[in-house]
Nanobody
Framework: QGQLVESGGGSVQAGGSLRLSCAAS????????VGWFRQAPGKEREEVAT???????TYLDSVKGRFTISKDNAKNTLYLQMNSLKPGDTAMYYC???????????????????WGQGTQVTVSS
């Protein structure tokens, strides 16, 4: 059974940067779709960035050019580099992994069957 553990969240001022990490056990990144999602209070969980098994990345429009999803195969860790953070980025961020889909990863939230516990990101103006 796979487990995902996020880290790297925190509080920053607008314009700042954070790098989130997601360490996996019992799951190998690179074989299926993986992604980062976020959920703000009172809002639905939304996809932020996904990475397919063939290396295709897809981003939420509002984070394009500011966020980068990547993975380190040797460490079996997924990352989300977040630059130029805005107050609207404030949310709980979750790492997720699928064992069902390998491509067309974005827009298929219900096909992710492993989820981390989340890490809070707070951006102040």
């Amino acid at each position: 059974q796979g487990q995902l553990v996020e880290s790297g969240g925190g509080s920053v001022q607008a314009g700042g940067s954070l790098r989130l990490s997601c360490a996996a056990s019992g799951y190998i990144f690179g074989r299926y779709c993986v992604g980062w999602f976020r959920q703000a209070p009172g809002k639905e969980r939304e996809e932020v960035a996904t990475l397919s098994a063939v290396g295709t990345t897809t981003y939420l429009d509002s984070v394009k050019g500011r966020f980068t999803i990547s993975k380190d195969n040797a460490k079996n860790t997924l990352y989300l580099q977040m630059n130029s953070l805005k107050p609207g980025d404030t949310a709980m961020y979750y790492c997720a992994a699928s064992t069902q889909i390998t491509v067309s990863c974005f827009g298929r939230k219900n096909r992710y069957n492993y989820w981390g516990q989340g890490t809070q990101v707070t951006v102040s103006s």
